[in-house]
């Protein structure tokens, strides 16, 4: 069960990106700088309810949450039992844009028993309350993007920094990071016995843990972060 339609409100503009006083600038390999220019752009295309291929992808998440039962439509009451507020999904995706449905289909096609653990809530002593798993999903690329900086031409911190290495290693670190950072929220959710008013306090939690592991200097790829091992593959 989620919560009230209020409850999503203010999240977007909770979290802070605080950025290192003491920044030294550095340069970018060509191939880091393509990856990363390629990436912000992604973050630039909104989603448009009007585009057909922005319906496909809304239909194959479906799909992969639900294989056995028919959508109605793309509105339809059917969404909430992913966790999406209302009938019409695209309302939830004005805070972020089309990079976070692509965030969800990536978890669905390359972790899906990871995906549909959290999604149906497998694990734990779950509360009566539950955080809404597309909502939070939503979430979950807001906060990465703010956290490394991204809007920035190129980031100035030091997770932000790091970040850009391992982008170099492979141009997927981004959304295989999404899946990373959802498991951690899910974990940090159970070990606090949070309530859906709590998630924004959640997030928060995860997001200084993340940061921590991305500041660690023996992180040359994605896969070598601590938390890499939450995923079910």
Known sequence: MVGPRSWIGGLFNRS???????F???????????RL?????????????SFPDHQKALRVLWDAAFPDVALNGLISEQWKEMGWQGPNPSTDFRGCGFISL???????????????RLLFKQDGDRAMWEYPFAVAGINVSFMLIQMLDLYSAKPRCLPGINFLRLLGEDEEAFDVLYCIAFEMMDAQWL????SYMEFNEVLQVTRTQLQRELSLEDINRIHDLPAYNLLYH
């Not at 030294?24 to 393509?34: F, G, K, R, V, W």
């Open 16 to 22: 802070s990106n605080k950025r290192n006083e003491k």
């Open 191 to 194: 070990a606090m016995h949070a």
């Open 102 to 116: 692509e965030n969800l289909l990536f978890f669905a096609k390359t972790y899906p028993e990871s995906f549909r």
């Open 24 to 34: 030294i600038d550095y340069l970018l390999t060509p191939l880091q700088e393509e």
């Open 37 to 49: 220019h390629r990436l912000q752009e992604r973050l630039q295309t909104p989603f448009d309810e």
